[in-house]
């Protein structure tokens, strides 16, 4: 249950951070961070796609995430997905 729990929360075991103290800019920098080290620690020996089961953690939560998690989950390279949290992103800095 409490790998389950990781899904909903990356800072379970933290007590004083939550996924959902932080904002939508913030928990997609997570992502970012989070595919970045995937890369580093298994580059191309595992199956990038794996990693897409975690998108719904950080693409959640807040306006445009279901749209937004439905393209992540068609992405197949850290480039493609890079891409389109970095064009979120954009969304949500004022201009």
Do not use: C
Not at 41 to 64: D, I
Request: hydrophobic share 40%; net charge negative.
């Amino acid at each position: 249950m409490i790998g389950r729990g990781i899904f909903e929360d990356p800072y379970l075991f933290s007590e004083t951070i939550t996924l959902h103290d932080k904002t939508p800019a913030e928990k997609l920098h997570l992502l970012l961070d989070h595919m970045q080290l995937w890369q580093d620690t298994w580059g191309e020996t595992k199956h990038f796609p794996t990693l897409r089961k975690f998108f719904k953690v950080y693409a959640n939560g807040f306006p445009g995430a279901q749209e937004l998690r439905m393209q992540l989950m068609e992405t197949e390279t850290p480039a493609e997905t890079a891409q389109i949290v970095t064009s979120f992103l954009h969304t949500l800095s004022p201009v």
